[in-house]
């Protein structure tokens, strides 16, 4: 299983596709609750852990909040619509500062949980494909170098 990376160009918002069935039902629910537990205490940890509460009850909300948003995307109950109503990706991460290099970060952080699953390659792969794409939307600070060409000289 190959968790590729591919480049954001700054403001594309790609088409996904949600992950496919096989996911949830390897995973089940009680599994993605425990996934995203470790998936945020190594996030907290990381590079990109300032973003992120350091307390313990705090970050446990964000755990079981945004928990619901998973299971629904991947096919489950609807409990984040329920509980918060549309979500809208790019309005969720705009307080943040996310850079192609925090992106890299998050994902580095799921590859980390996703390889000690013992569900299949086509269902990791599937949940890896939707995070790979849908999180270029979250990407909305520009630290990408200029090229010779774009450069303006006065
Ligand atoms: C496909 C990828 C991603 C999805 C589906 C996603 C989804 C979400 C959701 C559902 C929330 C909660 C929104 C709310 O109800 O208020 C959230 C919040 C947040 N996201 Fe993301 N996110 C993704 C990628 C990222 C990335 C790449 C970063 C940073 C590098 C990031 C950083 C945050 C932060 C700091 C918050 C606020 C704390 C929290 O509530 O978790 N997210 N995200």
Same mark, same amino acid.
């Not at 949600?18 to 390897?26: A, D, V």
């Not at 599994?31 to 590079?47: I, N, P, T, W």
């Not at 705009?94 to 998050?106: L, Y």
């Given at each position: 299983?190959?968790?590729?990376?591919? #480049?954001?160009e *700054?403001?594309?918002?790609?088409?996904?596709e949600?992950p #496919?069935?096989?996911?949830?039902?390897?995973?089940g629910?009680?599994?993605?609750?425990?996934?995203?537990?470790?998936?945020?205490?190594?996030?907290?940890?990381?590079?990109?852990?300032?973003?992120?509460?350091?307390?313990?009850?705090?970050?446990?909300?964000?755990? $079981?909040?945004?928990?619901? *948003?998973?299971?629904?995307?991947?096919?489950?109950? !609807?409990?984040? $619509? +329920?509980?918060?109503?549309?979500?809208?990706?790019?309005?969720?991460?705009?307080?943040?500062?996310?850079?192609? #290099?925090a992106?890299? +970060?998050w994902?580095?952080?799921?590859?980390?949980?996703?390889? !000690?699953?013992?569900? $299949?390659?086509?269902? !990791?792969?599937?949940?890896?494909?939707?995070?790979?794409?849908?999180? #270029?939307?979250?990407?909305?600070?520009?630290?990408?170098?200029?090229?010779?060409?774009?450069?303006?000289?006065?």
């Amino acid at each position: 299983m190959d968790y590729k990376i591919t #480049k954001t160009e *700054f403001g594309e918002r790609p088409d996904y596709e949600l992950p #496919k069935p096989i996911f949830l039902e390897e995973m089940g629910e009680e599994g993605l609750v425990k996934l995203f537990d470790e998936f945020y205490d190594l996030v907290a940890q990381s590079d990109i852990g300032n973003f992120f509460p350091q307390d313990e009850e705090e970050l446990q909300k964000i755990k $079981s909040h945004n928990v619901k *948003f998973f299971i629904e995307a991947c096919g489950g109950p !609807k409990y984040y $619509s +329920e509980a918060v109503g549309h979500f809208d990706m790019i309005k969720a991460h705009e307080p943040f500062s996310i850079t192609e #290099k925090a992106r890299t +970060e998050w994902l580095g952080c799921m590859e980390e949980i996703l390889r !000690k699953s013992t569900i $299949s390659d086509e269902a !990791k792969k599937s949940f890896w494909d939707y995070l790979e794409r849908f999180s #270029k939307h979250t990407v909305n600070v520009n630290t990408g170098l200029k090229l010779p060409e774009d450069i303006v000289k006065v």
